[in-house]
């Protein structure tokens, strides 16, 4: 970080000199640094060129939802799901970023019920009464962003509803809470206290993760409070916030698959996510 001169041009390639461009907030980031916190490497602040071409593939994942609206109704199966998300992304030309990634082998993750995540799509039709998040992750022009969202079939229980409701506030909060120089904890505080209030867990295996030029990037981001200082965000960083909120316990259970995750104690589950950009002032949704 202190190799670069006052005259050189700024790493950044806004090809403004460093004094006139990064110099000061990097010293800002000093002080960050002294006094225990994390600061992000330089790779994880995105270019304009990049913040464009995940800006573009988050336009393109939310239209997905648009596409799927209406759809999304008892006697559907996931695999069919699966394919009108596989085809639509193709025919944008873009790449669903599930298929094959890890081996997984589907263009989308349904995820029913108690499945928490990773749900693979199969012949399971939607039936009255189900809950079930569809997370969507789209590569266009190399550029990744990857969103989530609930769906209630038919007629659904009070809690189901409360829980589905719950999971998004607690992504509405969490997104709240993104400022430019503050620990990203703010986030998982801020989740974990409403998940909280409103009587559910927050699913501690899984978090939200740096995105855009890869599916997963560095950091991983904690939905609950991990009470260190941890890394600061900084403008130009782009990553997903995604609470995974239960109705009873936070743990969880892998199946034999290797993907499918489900509760432990049979308990629903609901979640929400969005890939963000931190901006100077705030944040900027990406896939909304
Ligand atoms: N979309 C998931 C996330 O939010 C990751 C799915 S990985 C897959 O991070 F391989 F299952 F698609
Ligand atoms: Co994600
Ligand atoms: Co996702």
Redesign the pocket.
């Known amino acids: 970080m202190l190799t670069i001169q006052r005259n050189d041009p700024c790493w950044c390639g806004s090809e403004k000199k460093y004094k006139k461009c990064h110099m000061e907030k990097e010293s800002i980031l000093l002080d960050y640094q002294r006094e225990g916190f994390q600061i992000p490497k330089r790779k994880l602040i995105k270019s304009q060129q990049q913040i464009e071409g995940i800006r573009k593939s988050g336009l393109l994942a939310k239209s997905i939802f648009n596409m799927l609206e209406g759809k999304i109704v008892e006697g559907v199966t996931t695999n069919e799901i699966n394919h009108w998300v596989h085809e639509y992304t193709i025919k944008h030309g873009a790449i669903p970023?599930?298929l094959g990634?890890?081996g997984?082998p589907k263009s989308?993750?349904t995820s029913l019920n108690n499945v928490i995540?990773?749900g693979i799509p199969d012949e399971t039709k939607l039936k009255d009464g189900d809950i079930i998040n569809i997370?969507?992750?789209t590569i266009l022009d190399g550029y990744y962003a990857?969103t989530?969202r609930m769906y209630t079939i038919g007629s659904v229980s009070e809690k189901a509803k409360q829980l589905v409701e719950c999971a998004k506030e607690c992504l509405e909060v969490g997104i709240e809470s993104v400022k430019p120089y503050k620990p990203f904890n703010v986030i998982g505080e801020a989740i974990e206290a409403h998940a909280t209030k409103k009587g559910f867990s927050v699913v501690r295996d899984?978090g939200g993760?740096g995105i855009g030029i890869q599916?997963?990037e560095e950091p991983f981001i904690h939905h609950y409070n991990i009470g260190n200082k941890g890394m600061i965000m900084l403008p130009g960083m782009t990553f997903?916030i995604?609470p995974m909120i239960n109705e009873g316990s936070y743990k969880c259970k892998i199946l034999d698959d290797n993907?499918t995750t489900i509760t432990v104690d049979g308990g629903l589950s609901a979640q929400w996510?969005h890939t963000i950009l931190v901006t100077e002032t705030g944040f900027e949704l990406l896939t909304d």
């Open positions: 970023a599930p990634y890890n997984y989308v993750c995540c990773h997370d969507i992750t990857d989530s899984f993760h599916f997963h997903t995604e993907w996510e």
